[in-house]
Nanobody, 115 residues
Framework: QVRLVESGGGLVQPGGSLRLSCAASGINFRLHTMGWYRQAPGKQRELVAS???????TYADSVRGRFTISRDNVWNRVYLQMNSLKPEDTAVYYCTTTRQSVDFWGQGTRVTVSP
């Protein structure tokens, strides 16, 4: 059974930082591409960043240079370091992966950027 559990969200002021964490189980973690998506109120879910099994990364244009995705194949975790946060980064952030053509999602962690 694939399970993804996010943590690390919260309320932060503009310009602040947060580090999201996603603990994965039920997959051979080191072989899987992992991704972070987010969904803001009234908007569609969008890709924020992804990291492949060989640590290649991709970022949305809106977060490139501010966010960093990384992974720990010993502890089966993927992280999203978010710096210089803006109010428009406010969203629920989801961890995701795919196994045998099936997408799996965590429950999400809420990030609110507000003065």
């Amino acid at each position: 059974q694939v399970r993804l559990v996010e943590s690390g969200g919260g309320l932060v002021q503009p310009g602040g930082s947060l580090r999201l964490s996603c603990a994965a189980s039920g997959i051979n973690f080191r072989l899987h591409t992992m991704g972070w998506y987010r969904q803001a109120p009234g908007k569609q879910r969008e890709l924020v960043a992804s990291i492949t099994s060989d640590h290649s990364t991709t970022y949305a244009d809106s977060v490139r240079g501010r966010f960093t995705i990384s992974r720990d194949n010993v502890w089966n975790r993927v992280y999203l370091q978010m710096n210089s946060l803006k109010p428009e980064d406010t969203a629920v952030y989801y961890c995701t992966t795919t196994r045998q053509s099936v997408d799996f999602w965590g429950q999400g962690t809420r990030v609110t950027v507000s003065p």
